[in-house]
Nanobody
Framework: QVQLVESGGGLVQAGGSLRLSCAAS????????MGWFRQAPGKEREFVTA????????SYADSVKGRFTISRDNAKNTVYMQMNSLKPEDTAVYYC?????????????????????WGQGTQVTVSS
């Protein structure tokens, strides 16, 4: 079973940037599709972005398209999410998730139930 630990969250002003990392242990993530979700207070956990095991297929939520970029380094067993032009509405706890999958094309992967393993989350707060 893979374990996931997120880092890189913090407090940033609107328009600023952060890079989140998701470090995996226990197993190599090279056979996993990976995703990022977020959950704001009082709201359901929502999809942000996902990446196939080889990085060749990526999907973004419309709300972050053009501002966030997901990437992965399988040699380092780590997934990243660069967040630029942050807005107050991006404030949330951000979670990394993994799904064992050999698919080279992301299909779906936008719901919580599709993932096998979750990290503990990292808080991102964007001030106006």
């Amino acid at each position: 079973q893979v374990q996931l630990v997120e880092s890189g969250g913090g407090l940033v002003q609107a328009g600023g940037s952060l890079r989140l990392s998701c470090a995996a242990s226990g197993r190599t993530i090279s056979s996993y599709s990976m995703g990022w979700f977020r959950q704001a207070p009082g709201k359901e956990r929502e999809f942000v972005t996902a990446i196939s095991w080889n990085g060749g297929s990526i999907s973004y939520a419309d709300s972050v398209k053009g501002r966030f970029t997901i990437s992965r380094d399988n040699a380092k067993n780590t997934v990243y999410m660069q967040m630029n032009s942050l807005k107050p509405e991006d404030t949330a706890v951000y979670y990394c998730a993994a799904k064992r999958s050999a698919r080279t094309v992301i299909v779906g992967m936008r719901t919580v139930n599709e993932y096998d393993t979750w990290g503990q989350g990292t808080q991102v707060t964007v001030s106006s």
